[in-house]
């Protein structure tokens, strides 16, 4: 195949930062770049910056005024030349360059997890997000059931499905690790650390999942944002509701508090931790009982996929949508209301089940595909 040149775009790109979409292009990123073609990441200012052999970074000025930063991608991607243009749905970073006409730009892919419309986001989010699922050459999805969300949300016709994977020779089933960085922290009201302390060379013993809850209680881990998506009230009242029979520990990304805050992780029930290494992932994961999701929607289900990866079976709320394709070789359990889950966790981890990730879920099969996509569009773009 001919070398293409590829601009991956997404503004949050960053070495610490996890997400669906920015591990999604961190892991795509490298394996288009070893099937020999040139490749350049597009995203803005950032104190974490990533380097990658042989990649090109630029990084854009940090802006939360959308419309500007969608004029500098478009500039940025107009002086490059690529062959391919590539970016999330979310916020439509890529839109204005899509608008240009066809001999004026280059084909324009874009990547949906989910929409904006399902996820109640603000009109402007969800109206730019439908231009530009429009204006695309061609619109990705992550899983199937984000595919058939985008088709539904935006009247388009039903999305390509390239799953999502994990990293394999990564998240494996193996032996539990202690962490070699991240913080212990309290909340304050806004989901700010009201009190932090190192994971790492303080003397104390370390927490759950990797230390012992006592009193024979499961551990449990829980990873997202305080976020109506990701269900942090679901958390709050299980968390409370689960109190004599599981320790949660929580590993909480930055973002500001979209939900009320009414425990701050001092409590004999929760423990709430940040800024895990990535290779801190796959212990935290083997140290766990089970994975707990709370969340309302998934597009993929990134930290559900992690677990399973690396042995830990999951308990996802039975309406998300993902739950049948994560679990389609087992691994698992689905529950509606605590009363389920405390009826799993009191049979004991012995009949927890083999936790697997179907085969599907992988990289460099995403990758393979998605590099078929590129050149079927590039071809059809200089025919």
Known sequence: MTPLRVALVHRDL?????????????ELAPRLRD????????????????????????ML??????DIHRRTVDQTLAAWHPDVVESSSWEAETLHYARRPAPDRAPVVVRGD????????????????????????????????????????????RPTVVANGVERDHFYPGPVTPPAGGQQITLAADATAATRRSLVGTGNPLPPPWGDPGAGRRRLVWVGKT???KGWDRLEQLAAELADLAHITVLLGHAPALSPITFSGAEDTVTIVRDLLSDDMPGFYRAADYLLSTSRWEG??????????????????????????LLATGGGHTYRISEDLRAILATGTATAPNATLPAQFDWAAAAATTLT?????HDEAVA
Do not use: W
Request: with cysteine.
């Open 373 to 377: 996509i590129y050149h079927t569009l």
């Open 35 to 58: 099937a020999g073609n040139e490749v350049a990441l597009i995203t803005q200012h950032t104190p974490y910056p990533l380097a990658l052999k042989g990649i090109r970074v630029c």
């Open 300 to 325: 993929f289900g990134l930290a559900i996929a992690e677990a399973l990866a690396c042995g830990t079976p999951v308990l996802l709320p039975a309406d998300l949508g993902t739950a049948p394709e």
């Open 14 to 26: 960053h070495t610490v930062t996890r997400g669906g979409i920015g591990t999604l292009y961190r």
């Open 61 to 66: 000025p940090r802006t939360d005024d959308l």
């Open 114 to 157: 989910l929409s904006a419309a399902t996820m109640r986001a603000v009109c402007h989010l969800i109206t730019a997000e439908r231009d530009l699922v429009h204006a695309a050459d061609a619109v990705l999805a992550v899983s199937e059931f984000a595919a058939t969300d985008l088709a539904a949300a935006y009247r388009i016709p």
């Open 227 to 229: 976020t109506p998506m």
